[in-house]
């Protein structure tokens, strides 16, 4: 498994898979945590904000509303994982970074 920066790259993780099928991510120190967002999930994330520009909402505790860190703890997982599926889905060709605070989905 490759490491990929996070969103804010001052960290890394890797992962399995891939959006079409969903994704397996290990993170933290020696990647010892792991997460599981499921094929569905991304399809419903990239329903949701195809082709808007919003604030990606990295913070685990308390991303600002509308933006995609909050619909993904209230929809897909609790653990504020978008430091690692932002990362993802501009790897993978879904999305783009505008800046460090924004995601664009294509």
Known sequence: MDKVPTWGGDAS?????????????????????????KAEDYR???????????SI???????????????????????GLMSYIGAILVREGYAAKPDRGRIQFR
């Open 44 to 54: 419903k994330l990239l329903r949701r904000f195809s082709g808007k520009e919003v």
């Open 57 to 79: 909402g990295t913070s685990k505790t308390d991303p600002p509303p509308g933006s995609v860190g909050e619909w993904v703890k209230a929809n897909i997982n609790k653990s």
């Open 13 to 37: 993780f890797s992962y399995e898979g891939d959006v079409l099928s969903g994704t397996t991510i290990y993170y933290g120190n020696a990647l010892r945590w792991k997460a599981t967002i």
